[in-house]
């Protein structure tokens, strides 16, 4: 059957799912929780497995970081029991379908971390009966799909496209996003075999506009490093691009916007202080660690992967020419860091290039204050630190703007309004008096 026919197939001659089928997700991060709560949406009963009571405990208390309308339905899922949460797998023996939804981090050697997914595979496959859709969602490396669950099926005595159905559908998920979110993205799907495509297909439109089908496993998980690796090398090439527009004495976000005026074969992107989150500075590691295996080299995504955990430095460097600029010894001056979250409008600190930044002026003999109003305090590196309440009353000789959140006020910063000598700005997005570029 060609690539053709799958898909013909998956649009004409699916026989809707049952509306009553039950859904377990495992995982219940910023993936595993709207995907959960998006299906109870459709009349489904779902199943959320966490291996965090911690975690647990916050989504009851609705603690937990959703858009507004996702908000409001897991309060109605919770409240009429159609979202059952727990630590146990044992709800995954009566679940029609299930949804691997665990993180797929890199330790600090960028080397994948697939602890979590692994014990995640296990279980799914030991819980494994007749008759269940078995999803995996997790960006993860070329050939997972079959290495963690295939396989495994297949040594239980489980076969594939008649006793289980198996795909890979990756996540695409942006935190903060209410523009694109879980049900109004599209998702692509690749079955182990046809029919575990149609049926992947079928559970997945009940969330989603529009399921593409690929021919395989492996093309899903490909194109799913693909989409994530290409906005890594763009965004480390813009940021390029700004250094080398800085050394011409120009605004590159004036050149940004100039190049995006054309119709065709340009997407713009902005430069800032580095990447952060679970998906750009993790997901490029799967593809170059497996290809390693292989003897296959991506020297330009190697090349743009090391000048994405180089920024966080390059925005120190600047910070630290502005404090000598101004006569100011590292352990005399007092700088602040604005905005520890990876992206605005959302409360998380993984992999921030912010808390890089406070880590390493600390490094430098800098012993810098926080300010974010997403994140009252913190620890890193053994040290507690608090966000400044005011930042405003107090005076700096330099304040590193990180991310900016949709109610931030800089402008007492920027335009000279406050005791502040100069505003490094990492975001490219402010202007006035005191502001510099990195």
């Given at each position: 059957?060609?690539l ?25 991060g ?5 995907t959960?709560?998006a ?21 009851l208390e ?10 409001k339905?897991?309060a ?18 009566d ?5 691997i ?20 595979c296990q279980?799914?496959v ?6 269940q ?25 489980l ?11 990756p996540?695409r998920i ?5 523009v694109?979110?879980?049900?109004t ?12 495509s ?5 559970v ?8 593409v089908i ?10 799913k490093?693909h ?14 691009l ?19 005026t ?7 992107f902005?430069p800032?202080?580095?990447?952060g ?6 997901d ?8 390693r ?7 330009i ?6 000048a994405i ?11 630290m ?11 005399d ?13 959302v409360a ?13 002026l ?21 040290r ?7 930042p ?6 330099a304040v590193?703007?990180c ?7 800089v ?11 100069c ?16």
């Open positions: 059957m060609t053709a026919d799958i898909r013909r197939n998956a649009i004409f001659d699916v026989v809707p799912p049952r509306a009553t089928s039950s859904v377990a997700v495992v995982g219940l910023y993936v595993g929780l709207p959960a709560v299906f109870t949406t459709t009349g489904r009963q779902v199943a959320g497995i966490d291996i965090s009571n911690r975690r647990i405990n916050a989504i609705g603690d937990v970081e959703l858009l507004e309308h996702e908000t339905s897991l109605e899922a919770l409240s009429d029991a159609t979202l059952s949460l727990g630590l146990s797998p044992e709800s995954l023996i679940a029609d379908v299930v949804i939804c665990v993180p797929t981090p890199i330790d600090q050697h960028a080397v994948p971390d697939l602890g979590p997914l692994r014990s995640a279980m799914v030991e819980h494994a009966r007749q008759g859709l078995i999803l995996l969602t997790s960006t993860t490396y070329v050939g997972c799909t079959n290495d963690l669950l295939a396989q495994p099926l297949r040594e239980r005595g076969a594939i496209g008649k006793d289980v159905w198996l795909a890979f559908a996540e942006d935190p903060g996003n209410t694109h979110d879980v049900r993205t599209p998702r692509v799907v690749g079955g182990v075999t046809p029919d575990c149609r049926r992947a297909h079928d997945l439109t009940a969330v989603c506009p529009e399921v690929v021919s395989s496993p492996e093309a899903a998980e490909m194109t490093l989409e994530n690796t290409f906005r890594s090398v763009n965004i480390a090439y813009v940021n390029e700004a250094e080398a527009c800085r050394s011409y004495d120009l605004d590159v976000t004036e050149v940004v916007s100039a190049a995006a054309k119709p065709y074969g340009f997407m713009p902005t800032g202080p580095g990447v989150g679970h998906c750009l500075p993790c490029p590691h799967y593809l170059l660690w497996h290809l295996s292989r003897q296959t080299a991506m020297p995504v190697e090349a743009a992967m090391a955990r180089q920024r966080p430095a390059h925005i120190t460097d600047r910070v020419e502005c404090l000598q600029l101004l006569g100011k010894s590292p352990s001056a007092r700088v602040l860091v604005w905005g520890l979250t990876y992206k605005p409008n998380d600190i993984r992999e921030s290039p912010a808390m890089q930044i406070v880590d390493d600390g490094r430098r003999g800098v012993a810098p204050q926080v300010h974010d109003s997403l994140v009252p305090d913190f620890q890193a590196n053994g507690r630190y608090t966000t400044v309440a005011n405003r009353e107090s005076s700096w000789d590193v703007v991310t900016l959140h949709a109610d931030d006020d402008l007492w910063a920027t335009e000279g309004l406050g005791d502040v000598s505003v490094v700005d990492a975001t490219y997005r402010l202007t006035g008096t005191r502001v510099v570029r990195p």
